[in-house]
Every structure is written in C-alpha cells, then in structure tokens.
C-alpha cells in the first residue's frame, strides 16, 4: 500500500467498500500502487497495468491493455466507441467483487502476462478516422490550418478529429472547429492551455 494513495480511499464517498475490496485484489497479485492522474495505478516495473476509478452508477477496474485480454468470462467493456485499448470490468457492490475474486486475479495475471510479453496494442492510424466534412472544407481552404494540423501529433490530431465529428448537427460541428482554428493554428492540442 502506498501512503500517496491513502487519501483516495479515505475521500471517497461513494463506492469505498468495493474500492478496498479491488485493492485488495490487486495488491494481492504484487503490483505497485501509486496515483496517477489522481486515480490509484497499478503498475509492473513502471509499467501501467490496472487502475480502479468510479463513476455515479458504478466503480471499476480498468486494463490498460484490456483490448489484448483474452475476456475469456466476457466482463470487459469498452466504455466508449472511441477507446481502443482500455476495457473496464464495472462493479456496483462489493458482493460482485468477492464473488469474481479468482476471475478478476486471472484477469490481472493475463494482464502482466502480456505486459511481460512486451505486447502493443494496434492504434488505428490518423488516415483511418473519418475528417468531419467542416473541418475537411476549413484545411481545404487553409494551407497554413492544414499544415499547422498536420504537424499536430497523432494523438492531437484525434482529438480535434474525435470532438469536431460528435455533435449531430453541422452547425455545431461548424461552430467547433471555428473555435479551435487558432488553437491549431498555434500548435496547441485540444486539451493543452
């Protein structure tokens, strides 16, 4: 157990039993702990395995490299359509947890199993997301937006590619990508200040 951590447990107001009955399980399989991102991690030698987090309707164990597990039991979701390597086994009381005790153990053990393997999980490539047809007029019409884009790391690049193609209607695409033309134009990334 990390002292760093300890604060996590202790301010949890929800979900705190079922959080302390995933560290134990995880601690149980010889992982570090440590917080990362606010959140308590498990790592191998430094490298991140699992981590527990909570959301209103549930508390869950999250595989860093979830994609590669077998999910032999089929308990892994992907919280989203756009997460291509993390999978989350959720948990809404701490019955659950102690009754897939082993289930969950063979899980993480997987889990080091392909961390150790050195196994990567395939990211699609930029070229394969589908440029929102706004944001594809705008770096048309702009070689110093296309250019600035471009130059974007690949995860930046999804970013914008993932927030300008989620609304419904064009007008709000439209509006986004208006918004965030400069923020390109300055080599600055979605999220970055």
Same mark, same amino acid.
């Given at each position: 157990?990390?002292? *760093? ?7 949890? &107001? ?28 498990? +790592? ?36 989203? *359509? ?9 948990? +809404? ?8 005790? /082993? ?18 999980? +395939? ?22 937006? &296309? ?6 790391? /690949? ?11 989620? /609304?419904?209607?064009?007008? +709000? ?14 080599? *600055? ?5």
């Amino acid at each position: 157990m990390n002292p *760093k951590v300890e604060f996590y447990f202790r301010k949890a &107001k929800q979900w705190q039993k079922e959080l302390e009955a995933l560290r134990m399980i995880v601690l149980d399989c010889g992982l570090t702990e440590e917080l990362k991102w606010g959140v308590p991690v498990y +790592t191998f030698q430094k490298h991140n395995i699992v981590l527990l987090h909570v959301f209103k309707e549930y508390c869950a164990l999250l595989f860093f490299k979830g994609a590669l597990l077998n999910d032999a039991n089929g308990i892994l979701i992907q919280q989203t *359509k756009n997460v291509q390597a993390g999978r989350q086994i959720r948990f +809404t009381n701490v019955r659950e947890i102690v009754e897939m005790k /082993p289930i969950l153990k063979a899980y993480i053990y997987e889990a080091l199993e392909v961390e150790q393997a050195g196994l990567k999980v +395939t990211f699609k490539k930029i070229s394969e997301f589908i440029i929102p047809e706004e944001f594809q007029n705008k770096l048309d019409s702009s070689t110093a937006l &296309k250019t600035a884009f471009d130059a974007l790391s /690949p995860g930046r690049q999804r970013a914008y590619i993932l927030y300008f193609s989620a /609304p419904k209607q064009s007008k +709000t695409r439209q509006s986004r990508v208006e918004k965030c033309v400069q923020q390109i134009l300055n080599g *600055k990334g979605l999220n970055d200040q």
